[in-house]
């Protein structure tokens, strides 16, 4: 029976195993037993075992997921009295049981509020009598526990240190956060961007259900479609130019395609530049003047490839204007791939500013935008400049 379980036993037996194996051992208890467990585990490991259990139990964890620094805390070990000298500092550490995880000392007054920190290093190279305030790294750079985890993840970028003191308002610490925690963190923000992209939210896995993922994907294809449709709606409008001219028919997805992947490439630049921090401190109009200038350049060297096939392709169709015909491609490939950089930048941008995540479904915004200016540019300059 489940009251009879050994809770340490069960948590030593989860620990033990990997996610996967460990939520399945976990599945067998009651959820009582399951909620004991996951709070005795580590918060990080706690939060994928428990993505993994069934559906009831994932609702009433999703508060374990890392939002603020707080959850990542772990307790402090290594606070001693700036009056302790290094030969009683030496003497803890040696009294320790275990000492693998123990980076630095800190230097901490009567009221817990953090002085300084002491590096191993130069701890052995201190002598014997001297007391730790002489040779300690006085005010450290602390985080809050209410700190939301990216920033905490920025300011980890900066630094690069193996662990980060937290301290309260009034300068007291309450715990560490491991550096891996932070980067762990970075990783799953990241690698959400890609699927977040296209609209696949971030919490599914590629152990979701089919109804589940169903629901979180169907509603972004839907909106695609919507946009998909506005694309139609502009080269509908040509459709007198597209019946002289059949060759540019082939040429309607070679256009879009060229200026959205280039688009893409201008996007997961900016998406990278917002996860890292990078936008903060650099300028938007030198990010998007780069990106409109790296358009121009990939526009213009695909372009001449386009335009040449265009011109082939209407000289021997008989097109009389093939060679004009051939400048307008190269001119519209040109100018639909600095489009799509600009777009590649402000579409992530604008979702910010909007208070939406975005990097959410941005891919479906950046084809949309890059299907009309393309496709567009390409009938109207056709039907201007040939027709």
């Given at each position: 029976?489940?009251?009879?379980?050994?809770?340490?036993?069960?948590?030593?037996?989860?620990?033990?195993?990997?996610?996967?194996?460990?939520?399945?051992?976990?599945?067998?208890?009651?959820?009582?037993?399951?909620?004991?467990?996951?709070?005795?585990?580590?918060?990080?490991?706690?939060?994928?075992?428990?993505?993994?259990?069934?559906?009831?139990?994932?609702?009433?964890?999703?508060?374990?997921?890392?939002?603020?620094?707080?959850?990542?805390?772990e307790p402090v070990?290594?606070?001693?009295?700036?009056?302790?000298?290094?030969?009683?500092?030496?003497?803890?550490?040696?009294?320790?049981?275990?000492?693998?995880?123990?980076?630095?000392?800190?230097?901490?007054?009567?009221?817990?509020?953090?002085?300084?920190?002491?590096?191993?290093?130069?701890?052995?190279?201190?002598?014997?009598?001297?007391?730790?305030?002489?040779?300690?790294?006085?005010?450290?750079?602390?985080?809050?526990?209410?700190?939301?985890?990216?920033?905490?993840?920025?300011?980890?970028?900066?630094?690069?240190?193996?662990?980060?003191?937290?301290?309260?308002?009034?300068?007291?610490?309450?715990?560490?956060?491991?550096?891996?925690?932070?980067?762990?963190?970075?990783?799953?923000?990241?690698?959400?961007?890609?699927?977040?992209?296209?609209?696949?939210?971030?919490?599914?896995?590629?152990?979701?259900?089919?109804?589940?993922?169903?629901?979180?994907?169907?509603?972004?294809?839907?909106?695609?479609?919507?946009?998909?449709?506005?694309?139609?709606?502009?080269?509908?409008?040509?459709?007198?130019?597209?019946?002289?001219?059949?060759?540019?028919?082939?040429?309607?997805?070679?256009i879009a395609g060229?200026?959205?992947?280039?688009?893409?490439?201008?996007?997961?630049?900016?998406?990278?530049?917002?996860?890292?921090?990078?936008?903060?401190?650099?300028?938007?109009?030198?990010?998007?003047?780069?990106?409109?200038?790296?358009?121009?350049?990939?526009?213009?060297?695909?372009?001449?490839?386009?335009?040449?096939?265009?011109?082939?392709?209407?000289?021997?169709?008989?097109?009389?204007?093939?060679?004009?015909?051939?400048?307008?491609?190269?001119?519209?490939?040109?100018?639909?791939?600095?489009?799509?950089?600009?777009?590649?930048?402000?579409?992530?941008?604008?979702?910010?500013?909007?208070?939406?995540?975005?990097?959410?479904?941005?891919?479906?915004?950046?084809?949309?935008?890059?299907?009309?200016?393309?496709?567009?540019?390409?009938?109207?300059?056709?039907?201007?400049?040939v027709l």
């Amino acid at each position: 029976m489940d009251e009879a379980v050994d809770l340490n036993e069960l948590v030593r037996g989860v620990r033990a195993r990997v996610p996967v194996d460990a939520a399945e051992l976990l599945a067998k208890h009651a959820e009582d037993t399951r909620q004991r467990v996951l709070a005795a585990l580590p918060a990080d490991f706690a939060v994928r075992v428990a993505a993994l259990l069934p559906g009831a139990i994932q609702g009433d964890t999703q508060a374990m997921v890392p939002g603020l620094t707080r959850e990542l805390i772990e307790p402090v070990r290594g606070a001693l009295s700036p009056e302790t000298t290094a030969r009683e500092a030496i003497d803890w550490l040696r009294q320790e049981e275990t000492v693998s995880d123990i980076t630095y000392l800190y230097v901490v007054d009567a009221t817990q509020k953090l002085l300084g920190l002491v590096v191993m290093r130069d701890l052995l190279l201190a002598r014997p009598e001297q007391r730790l305030s002489e040779f300690m790294l006085p005010d450290p750079f602390a985080l809050a526990p209410d700190l939301p985890v990216r920033a905490a993840v920025e300011a980890a970028i900066k630094r690069h240190y193996p662990v980060y003191p937290v301290c309260d308002e009034r300068g007291s610490l309450v715990g560490l956060v491991r550096g891996w925690k932070l980067f762990e963190r970075q990783v799953v923000e990241i690698t959400a961007q890609s699927g977040q992209m296209v609209g696949v939210d971030k919490e599914e896995r590629v152990y979701t259900g089919l109804w589940p993922a169903f629901r979180m994907r169907h509603p972004w294809l839907q909106l695609n479609l919507l946009t998909a449709f506005l694309a139609g709606l502009v080269v509908s409008l040509f459709e007198g130019t597209i019946a002289q001219v059949v060759a540019l028919a082939a040429f309607l997805p070679i256009i879009a395609g060229q200026s959205g992947n280039n688009g893409c490439q201008a996007l997961a630049i900016t998406l990278r530049g917002i996860t890292l921090g990078d936008m903060d401190a650099h300028p938007v109009r030198k990010l998007i003047a780069k990106e409109v200038s790296l358009g121009a350049l990939n526009g213009l060297l695909t372009g001449c490839i386009a335009g040449l096939a265009m011109w082939w392709s209407a000289h021997r169709s008989g097109q009389p204007q093939a060679m004009l015909l051939g400048a307008v491609i190269a001119l519209a490939m040109t100018g639909a791939c600095m489009a799509s950089g600009l777009f590649g930048v402000l579409v992530p941008l604008l979702l910010r500013r909007a208070g939406a995540d975005p990097a959410t479904a941005s891919s479906i915004f950046l084809t949309t935008g890059t299907d009309i200016a393309g496709m567009g540019l390409m009938l109207t300059l056709v039907t201007l400049l040939v027709l």
